[in-house]
């Protein structure tokens, strides 16, 4: 059973900043917080991960709260080719690791 | 570095024949996973292979199965097809367990079965 909870669609006007959310509310303290998107007709692919503090790399930002129950993923200048599926996904290792199904963010021109 | 590939992209197979499905993960990489995806079902876990072992199992009739093998490479294997079972399979390696790393997806292997 997926452990996380996403709106299950978002749009996003090209040029903005989308915020996408997820609800992790059993996390436990050594599980990592991750992000992955899928374009359609491949597979996922990794987007960014933490643990506690907020993190950037190229692509995204990862805002954890200090309670760590819930996470936002964002995409500082949205374009049209960040239309996919994004799953959040929080695991730390020893159980499987589940998908939800994600939110499905559409970029309007 | 080449990315996770499997093979073969796509299949059509016929009710009660057995499949085999390969994936070889990015050099380095010792943990394969393998995921179903389904419209009506989204990503479903099916197992974690790490270090020739089996971590993590989903919740999966025992005619999916899956090994590793020495170099990392892992196959997946399906017995007795059904019509439920035509998905995209999709294989993915990580440096370390699933979850401690992250993971890194092949496009996968499309299954119709008929």
């Known amino acids: 059973d997926a452990k996380t909870t996403q709106p299950p669609s978002m749009d996003c006007a090209e040029g903005r900043a989308a915020n996408l959310p997820c609800n992790h509310s059993?996390?436990?303290?050594?599980?990592?917080v991750y992000w992955y998107r899928q374009i359609h007709s491949q597979g996922p692919q990794y987007i960014i991960h933490g643990l506690k503090n907020n993190e950037t790399n190229e692509m995204a930002s990862l805002i954890i709260t200090e309670d760590r129950k819930s996470s936002t993923l964002i995409l500082p200048h949205a374009t049209l080719r960040d239309t996919a599926v994004y799953y959040c996904t929080v695991s730390n290792g020893n159980e499987k690791l589940t998908f939800g199904t994600g939110t499905r963010l559409t970029i309007i021109p | 570095k080449a990315g996770v590939t499997q093979t073969p992209r796509y299949l059509i197979k016929t009710r009660g024949q057995q499949v085999t499905l390969s994936c070889s993960p990015i050099?380095?990489?010792?943990?394969v996973s393998w995921y179903q995806q389904t419209p009506g079902q989204g990503l479903q876990f099916l197992f974690e292979y790490f270090s020739e072992t089996q971590r993590n199992k989903g919740n999966f009739p025992g005619r999916f199965s899956g090994r590793q093998f020495s170099n990392s490479r892992s196959e997946m294997n399906v017995s007795t097809l059904e019509l439920g079972d035509s998905a995209l399979y999709l294989c993915?390696?990580?440096?370390?367990?699933?979850?401690?790393?992250?993971?890194?997806f092949g496009n996968g292997t499309r299954l119709t079965v008929t």
């Open positions: 993915a390696s990580s440096l370390a367990r699933a979850g401690n790393s992250p993971l890194h």
């Open positions: 059993t996390i436990s303290g050594n599980e990592y």
């Open positions: 050099s380095g990489h010792r943990s």
